[in-house]
């Protein structure tokens, strides 16, 4: 239980899963006769608002050979919270391969990750150019593949929800002052989290036999078919692709024959 190790880099990949979905985002910029003079690639990065509007106010001057570029967009995980509605079983488990063995893997818990992205801009034009570069994709969620699990290859679609939009200027002071125009969007991720990962204690499944009867009660019925699978190769272990063999075998009415139960081997 507690203290044994084990991390899936869940919650990481889920951060820069959504990171990702705004590092290449443009700008442009037209003069009079409606022709593109300057594209802009927009630049993103991870933090708090606050540490970048320190660095506005700390670079106010702009004689400074160096400035923070806007504009800019940074995210952050702000929360994480157990959600109740998507619950499981807390003791229902599935069975999933490694490619060469078979784990036991106890249902994910699930658990919402809130996000925050800040659009900062100069120019109130730069961050409508932005704005609808994202919101069209998100009514209000957007479906993101996350490679959850790499051991067991387990891959789920987590939807990125958009809770909420906020608009301030901070612009403050002289006209020597920087200007800067922040969007805050704030974002819903809808993640699972897994437990250890165990190897399963039961063998693989390498016959399947099924007897038909024409009566619902087997126990008196006569056995009229019995369909058969087994591998093409018997030593085939998960994730092998190698076919099945399958016989149907057909028994005569006159003699008695009396159901067998199935057997996996």
């Known amino acids: 239980m507690l203290g044994t190790y084990y991390y899936h880099e869940i919650i990481r990949k889920t951060i820069i899963s959504f990171g990702t979905l705004f590092n290449d985002i443009h700008i442009r910029h037209k003069n009079n006769s409606d022709n593109v003079i300057s594209e802009m690639k927009v ?23 160096v400035a923070i570029t806007l504009p800019r967009m940074s995210f952050e995980m702000g929360s994480i919270q157990y959600d109740s509605t998507r619950k499981t079983g807390i003791t229902q488990t599935f069975k999933a391969s490694d490619g060469s063995n078979l784990k036991k893997v ?53 939807p990125i929800i958009l809770d909420s939009i ?19 969007l704030r974002f819903t991720a809808k993640t699972y989290l897994f437990g250890p990962i165990a190897d399963s204690t039961e063998g693989l499944i390498r016959k399947v036999q099924v007897d038909v009867h024409s009566e619902t009660n087997t126990k008196t019925a006569k056995r009229e078919m019995r369909y058969t699978a087994v591998p093409d190769l018997i030593t085939a272990q998960p994730g092998d692709d190698f076919g099945f063999d399958e016989t149907w075998e057909a028994f005569s009415d006159s003699k008695d024959y009396s159901p067998t139960k199935q057997t996996d081997i």
């Open 166 to 184: 906020d608009f301030q200027d901070d612009y403050e002071g002289s006209f020597q002052e920087r200007r800067a125009l922040i969007y805050t």
């Open 106 to 158: 106890f249902m994910p818990v699930p658990y919402n990750i809130g996000f925050e992205l800040n659009i900062f801009t100069k120019l109130n034009d730069d961050a409508l150019q932005i704005i609808e570069q994202i919101l069209p994709y998100f009514q209000p969620s957007f479906n993101l593949t996350v490679d959850l699990v790499n051991s067991i290859g387990e891959k789920r679609d987590i």
């Open 43 to 65: 630049g993103l990065s991870y933090g708090p608002m606050q540490k970048f509007l320190a660095k506005l106010e700390q670079q106010s001057d702009l004689t400074k050979p």
